[in-house]
């Protein structure tokens, strides 16, 4: 059974830093590329970050760029996200996915591309 469990979350003022965990279980961390997406109240999910599962490739989006970094530590099986220079906007429930599509990390963008969720942890940042 495969697990995705992310930790990390919490409530920052803004312009602080979080750093978010996703510990995987179940399948071969290795293998699979990872990605973070989040979802504020009322808005849909959208994609934060994205990593190969080598590490050699990365994709961010826009509103986070420059601000964060995705990194993955495959003999731990789990992937972070770093966020800094957070704002009141970043808050959302995170979650971390497992995608095994072949493909640039690009495509990793869009949800549909990945096979296993997580959770989800809450990160509140105050003004």
Same mark, same amino acid.
């Given at each position: @059974?495969?697990? !995705?469990? #992310?930790?990390?979350?919490?409530?920052? @003022?803004?312009?602080?830093?979080?750093? !978010?965990? &996703? +510990?995987?279980?179940? !399948?071969?961390?290795?293998? =699979?590329?990872?990605?973070?997406?989040? @979802? +504020?109240?009322?808005? *849909?999910? #959208?994609?934060?970050?994205?990593?190969?599962?080598?590490?050699?490739?990365?994709?961010? +989006?826009?509103?986070?760029?420059? %601000? &964060?970094?995705?990194? %993955? $530590?495959?003999?731990?099986?789990?992937? =972070? !996200?770093?966020?800094?220079?957070?704002?009141? *906007? $970043?808050?959302?429930?995170?979650? &971390?996915? +497992?995608?095994?599509?072949?493909?640039?990390?690009?495509? %990793?963008?869009?949800? #549909?591309?990945?096979?296993?969720?997580?959770?989800?942890?809450?990160?509140?940042?105050?003004?």
């Amino acid at each position: @059974q495969v697990q !995705l469990v #992310e930790s990390g979350g919490g409530l920052v @003022q803004a312009g602080g830093s979080l750093r !978010l965990s &996703c +510990a995987a279980s179940g !399948l071969t961390f290795s293998s =699979y590329a990872m990605g973070w997406f989040r @979802q +504020a109240p009322g808005k *849909e999910r #959208e994609f934060v970050a994205a990593i190969s599962w080598s590490s050699g490739s990365t994709y961010f +989006a826009h509103s986070v760029k420059g %601000r &964060c970094t995705i990194s %993955r $530590d495959n003999a731990k099986n789990t992937v =972070y !996200l770093q966020m800094n220079s957070l704002k009141p *906007e $970043d808050t959302a429930v995170y979650y &971390c996915a +497992a995608s095994n599509a072949p493909g640039p990390i690009g495509l %990793r963008s869009t949800s #549909e591309w990945y096979n296993y969720w997580g959770q989800g942890t809450q990160v509140t940042v105050s003004s």
